[in-house]
């Protein structure tokens, strides 16, 4: 039986601003990106960062990445949330506690998430986020183990994700399966990524792209190599 509670945010909902503020957004209304709610990042706290890593990829030989997308950071709802009678929370301990440690992620309802879900290859790895919680950011790294497929949910009359105009000959709607790997070596929050892509904005950091800012809506999202590495590079630095 799957589990009542899934990860998702419907590609919709934004991180709070305020630390203690109820949700109010259940449903996605449009398209239309939102500020991201975030604390304001300490200023000029991200150049040396980068330039850390450039000289570590510079040591080991590293060489700039294409643009192409290898990775992925999938949000999830680590507090309770009730949507239509239902709690959607899952956070990374849910997914620890899973059997084999391995869930499907369904509940996409967004149509570019769910072309990210369908380009997921198998073996894939993913940041898994925490958002619209009291201090959004990256707790874990998980992986693609089953390619996508498509998502149950949609036909189910009982999930609040039902979709009555998806066809099982023709389904609008899909999930892949991801399996957990290890916990990032320290919370990497919200307002530390956030000031290093605006550092990276002025200087041509790997960041200055990153779709955590410039499509904040979604709940699936496509890495860049070298967005990947520069982030996973920060669990070893101490937080600021």
């Not at 945010?9 to 109820?22: F, I």
């Not at 300490?42 to 030989?61: R, T």
Request: hydrophobic share 30%.
């Amino acid at each position: 039986m799957p589990w009542p509670s899934r990860k998702r945010d419907k590609g919709a909902v934004a991180d709070k601003k305020e630390p203690d503020a109820k949700i109010a957004k259940t449903k996605e209304t449009s398209d239309k990106e939102e500020e991201e709610k975030s604390s304001k990042p300490p200023a000029g706290s991200s150049k040396s960062g980068w330039k850390n890593w450039k000289k570590k990829e510079s040591e080991s030989g590293g060489e700039e990445s294409k643009i192409t997308y290898c990775h992925w950071l999938l949000k999830s709802e680590p507090e309770s949330r009730l949507e239509k009678g239902v709690d959607v929370k899952f956070s990374v301990d849910d997914l620890k506690a899973q059997p084999n440690q391995t869930t499907c992620w369904d509940g996409v309802r967004n149509y570019q998430a769910r072309n990210f879900l369908r380009s997921m290859k198998l073996g894939q790895q993913a940041f898994f986020y925490h958002s619209n919680c009291k201090e959004p950011g990256i707790v874990a790294l998980v992986k693609i183990v089953k390619e996508a497929y498509p998502d149950h949910t949609q036909f189910d009359q009982k999930d609040p994700h039902y979709d009555s105009t998806s066809r099982k000959e023709n389904p609008k709607w899909s999930m892949v399966d991801v399996q957990f790997v290890r916990m990032t070596k320290r919370f990497i929050p919200l307002s530390e990524i956030k000031a290093h892509h605006l550092a990276h904005k002025a200087d041509g950091g790997p960041l200055k792209d990153m779709m955590l800012f410039t499509r904040q809506r979604l709940s699936i999202q496509p890495l860049t190599q070298e967005e990947f590495d520069f982030v996973l590079s920060l669990e070893e630095e101490k937080p600021h």
